[in-house]
């Protein structure tokens, strides 16, 4: 099955700073991979996604990149401010027309300092 | 309107005990879903169902039943619950080929 290895765990910035969080995946099928942002003792949501068919997209202050011959993607956050500080986790899946099967990453702690 | 809802949020019971989460949804998705938070924020599938019918179904003891009633509802049973039970369950929903979860606000589930 997919297997997908997330880097930092922990990542501290200081406000203004840029941030990069990378992820490996292990099944070349994959073609869905979606970011979500997790605040303490909230529900993730979902700030970014990307298909196997696109390289880069970018939503203001977060982009994130693909590299398929790689099997790697990567978070960027720019003008990161306090309220970026959260646990973000990357995840693949294969699409189909059922079920989407997330497999995540194991979370990085970002923490923005003033 | 909460799009998806769990209840209950917090649930503390003892060993032994059999206790039920039940999630809903009104984004009229087709696919719901039971993912597990462990201590460490891991997050791990356990069960999918689409349109009532189970297709997914991951390495989880057979103490957890889930119950698709219909495709707006998932809920989810655990019989003889164990002190390793205790995490944080998610229920989420999707559209098949839109990609993208969205989570309920989780039960936090304690066993003591």
């Known amino acids: 099955g997919e297997n997908v290895e997330q880097h930092p765990s922990t990542l501290s910035v200081q406000e203004g700073d840029s941030a990069v969080i990378k992820c490996t995946y292990s099944?070349?099928?994959?073609?869905?991979f979606p970011w979500y942002k997790q605040e303490l003792g909230k529900r993730p949501q979902l700030i970014i996604d990307?298909?196997?068919?696109?390289g880069e997209k970018k939503d203001q202050r977060i982009a994130v990149t693909l590299n398929k011959t790689a099997k790697h993607f990567s978070l960027h956050i720019t003008e990161t401010q306090p309220e970026d500080s959260a646990v973000y986790f990357c995840?693949?899946?294969?699409?189909?027309?059922?079920?989407?099967?997330?497999?995540f990453g194991t979370g990085t702690q970002l923490k923005v300092e003033l | 309107d909460t799009a998806v809802s769990q209840t209950p949020k917090y649930l503390v019971t003892q060993m032994g005990n059999d206790k039920s989460i039940k999630c809903e949804q009104n984004l009229g998705h087709d696919t719901m879903y039971w993912y597990k938070q462990d201590s460490k924020k891991f997050l791990k599938i356990m069960f999918s169902?689409?349109?009532?019918?189970?297709?997914i179904n991951e390495t989880v003891p057979n103490r957890f039943s889930p119950k698709s009633p219909d495709k707006a509802h998932l809920n989810l049973h655990i019989n003889s619950l164990e002190l390793g039970d205790s995490a944080v369950y998610f229920c989420a929903s999707s559209l098949p080929s839109a990609g993208g979860y969205t989570f309920g606000s989780g039960t936090r589930l304690t066993v003591v």
């Open positions: 169902y689409n349109n009532k019918e189970l297709i």
């Open positions: 990307i298909r196997s068919n696109v």
């Open positions: 099944d070349s099928a994959s073609n869905y």
């Open positions: 995840a693949a899946s294969i699409l189909t027309g059922g079920g989407n099967k997330l497999t």
